[in-house]
């Protein structure tokens, strides 16, 4: 056994280099495929990526020099025609492509369902920024959907016990890719729905490539986040990674970290606005008080409390006034009112009342005569009559005619008479 030479992993890895790149087959191999987490690495403009197709893949490296000659614009969902190398990466033992020419040959499976799925879904309004539930400042406890081991779980409750740790964390364990990834991750959204007083539901992942998070580009997962009654911060990727899943939540934060920041506020910044409120009270508390203060001794130092008799004096001063401004005011009314009453009893009148009486007297006499001589009658004392005819005055003879029936009346009766003669005057 002592014979047997054992290689170490770099040397294994160099041998198995050395046979691909001995291989005229591998020096230059012709493939087509998807590419899926295409990243350009800065500063050095390398772009590193997969090629795949329905059931393998591969990962591929450009250097910088090749993609300043075909372009480095190239996208996840891109289908290509690439020409490459294949070698070892000694470091890691994987084999990799080496590409020396790439170009487009047409858009990708994954990419064309997700694009026709996101306008489909935006047409039906699950976009739409108005239909969003707003994220609760203060949560006491926050739901996780994700995977149960890994870094994006790590993260969000790392980050929420240090910025809050008021807040509880539960955990909804779920498949993040692969077969049955869709299904689980929806049965999970549905059970933290059920399982009461959660506040804010994070639904993610880590990164990685577009099939490693197709299962949140799913329409059953999408509708699960827009039917759920709690808000969803959706943590998908990286992020430049966008998913389904992304549109649709209430909320999408770029990572884990994001989003666990974005669920909860910061305690720091909460005690500090406590004590800025603190100090903002005590300040308008402490202002009140020096103002009540000034008017306190305002008062105590005020003419009235530093001698009180004079408000009095003050007083009793104005009370004389009116008292003798009113005594003045009624002495004056009783002098008018004597000198009417003086003059009142040395007039004419309460003297001889009689004169007044004889006055009147003498003034219904001559009312008398004078009603006396209108009175028609007393022409009738001094031989004039009165003729009627149908008890009408007669006024002329045009009035009567011969043998018409006639009255005269005198100043002791009445004569009937007969119209016999007619003479005008």
């Known amino acids: 056994m002592d014979d047997i030479k054992y290689l170490s992993i770099t040397e294994l890895n160099r041998i198995i280099k050395m046979k691909f790149d001995a291989s005229s087959f591998f020096n230059k191999v012709f493939i ?13 403009g390398h772009c590193y990526f997969t090629i795949k197709d329905e059931n ?4 591929a490296v450009m250097f910088k020099g090749t993609a300043l000659k075909v372009g480095n614009n190239f996208k996840d969902g891109d289908m ?3 020409i490459g190398k294949i070698s070892i990466y000694e470091a ?43 994220i609760p400042k203060f949560p006491k406890r926050i739901g996780v959907v994700t995977a149960s081991t890994g870094a994006a779980i790590r993260d969000i409750i790392t980050t929420i016990n240090r910025r809050y740790p008021l807040c509880e964390v539960v955990l909804f364990p ?31 992942r880590g990164g990685g490539s577009i099939e490693d998070l197709w299962a949140y580009n799913e329409e059953v ?5 827009y039917n759920s009654k709690i808000p969803i911060i ?14 649709v939540a209430d909320k999408r934060a770029a990572t884990p970290t994001a989003a666990a920041e974005m669920a909860v506020p910061n305690i720091l910044d909460i005690s500090q606005n406590i004590d800025s409120i603190q100090n903002r009270c005590t300040n308008v ?31 009793l001063q104005i009370l004389n006034m009116n008292k003798l401004k009113l005594s003045n005011t009624f002495n004056e009314l009783l002098t008018d009112k004597k000198v009417e009453l003086f003059k009142l009893k040395n007039s004419y009148v309460i003297t001889n009342p009689k004169i007044i009486y004889d006055k009147y007297i003498n003034q219904i006499d001559n009312n008398i005569n004078k009603l006396e001589l209108l009175n028609p009658l007393n022409a009738l004392k001094r031989g004039y009559g009165i003729v009627k005819k149908d008890n009408k005055c007669i006024e002329s003879i045009t009035n009567v005619e011969i043998n018409d029936k006639i009255s005269i009346r005198l100043k002791d009766g009445s004569i009937k008479a007969e119209v016999i003669n007619k003479e005008e005057v």
């Open 32 to 44: 087509k495929g998807e590419i899926s987490n295409f990243k350009v690495q800065m500063p050095s």
């Open 56 to 59: 393998s893949r591969i990962s």
């Open 80 to 82: 290509v025609n690439a």
């Open 92 to 134: 890691s033992g994987s084999y990799q492509i080496y590409i020396e020419s790439m170009e487009l040959s047409g858009s990708g499976d994954l990419y064309k369902k997700f694009l026709e799925l996101k306008d489909k879904l935006y047409k039906e309004g699950l976009f739409d920024t108005e239909k969003k539930k707003p």
């Open 174 to 204: 779920s498949l993040v890719q692969g077969v049955g990834a869709k299904d689980d991750i929806v049965k999970k959204i549905e059970a933290a729905n059920n399982y009461g007083n959660i506040d804010t539901l994070i639904v993610g």
């Open 221 to 225: 997962v999408a509708r699960a986040i």
């Open 234 to 247: 959706s943590a998908v990727g990286h992020e430049i990674d966008f998913t389904i899943a992304d549109y």
């Open 285 to 315: 508390i402490l202002s009140i008080i020096d103002n009540y203060r000034i008017l306190l001794n305002k008062i105590k130092t005020s003419n009235i409390l530093i001698n009180p008799i004079n408000m009095y004096n003050i007083k």
